[in-house]
Structure formats: structure tokens, C-alpha cells
């Protein structure tokens, strides 16, 4: 293995911590798998204060192609109760996935946009938004988020 050759992919309870926006790729490759996706779903994990897998995970599936503000604020409330009772310093993850291809779409961008905005509204801590499709999980970057 070189300093180029990512670690191989484990079960999400056998990786180590994520501290870092490259731990992170890594653990939604692992859930991820290399399946694709029968259709738009977000996936929510909470993660301990260290970055520990927690196993609360959340997947809501059937989304709709344009994002409910209500029902993500909603979301972002439940998921900070969850955390304040059971993982006091915690965070969260986030992951919008589709089927298709690679080709970031208008649909990704704007589940991108609601996230992160909610995110930064959040009291707790929020990872970056990350987007999956049939092919690859990868952080949705400002430059996307701007597009």
C-alpha cells in the first residue's frame, strides 16, 4: 500500500473515528457499498464526540426532487434532541443520494443548498454535505453549492 492507496473499506462499527472530512468520504463509502440506489433518499448519521459510529442512522427514502424546508428543519430538530439525550457533544452527518450517474444535478445542488443551510443553523455540530449517486460518494463542495 502507498501513501496514495486508500485503506480498505470496513463495516462502519470496525472503522476508526472521523475527524476529518477524508474520514468521513471514506465512512459513507463503507455504507455506501458498490451499490447504487433505487431511488433519492437521504441518509443521516449521528456520530459520537470523538467521531465514534454511534449506529444511529437514519434513511428516509422516496425524496422528492425539491427539498421541504419545514420538513428538513424538522429533521435537523429531531436529530439535535437525539443527539443533546444520547450523544451530548456529538454530530452529524449527512448524505443526499440518487440513482444515475456522476453528473452533479440541479436536484443534488439544491438538497445540497437546504442541508448545508440547515446545517449551519444547527446548535450541533454539522459534517459537510456529501452526495452519492450509482457510481460515488463525494462531499459537496462550495464550488457545487454556488453552480
Keep these: 500500500m502507498t501513501d496514495e492507496t486508500p485503506p480498505p473499506l470496513l463495516p462502519p462499527h470496525l472503522m476508526p473515528p472521523v475527524r476529518s472530512v477524508s474520514d468521513l468520504d471514506r465512512f459513507w463509502r463503507s455504507l455506501k457499498g458498490p451499490w447504487g440506489f433505487s431511488q ?6 449521528v456520530l459520537g464526540p470523538l467521531g465514534e459510529w454511534t449506529s444511529i ?17 424538522r429533521l435537523f430538530a429531531v436529530i439535535t434532541d437525539v443527539v443533546d439525550d444520547h450523544v451530548p457533544g456529538g454530530s452529524m452527518a ?3 443520494a440518487r440513482p444515475g450517474d456522476d453528473e452533479l444535478s440541479e436536484v443534488d445542488r439544491r438538497w445540497a443548498r437546504q442541508l448545508t443551510s440547515a446545517g449551519h443553523a444547527s446548535r450541533i455540530d454539522t459534517w459537510p454535505v456529501f452526495l452519492a449517486n450509482d457510481q460515488r460518494a463525494r462531499i459537496a463542495a462550495p464550488d457545487d453549492l454556488a453552480a
Design 40 to 45: 433519492p433518499q437521504l441518509w443521516c448519521v
Design 57 to 73: 442512522f437514519l434513511k428516509i427514502e422516496q425524496c422528492p426532487d425539491e427539498p421541504d424546508v419545514t420538513v428538513v428543519e
Design 94 to 96: 449527512l448524505m443526499f
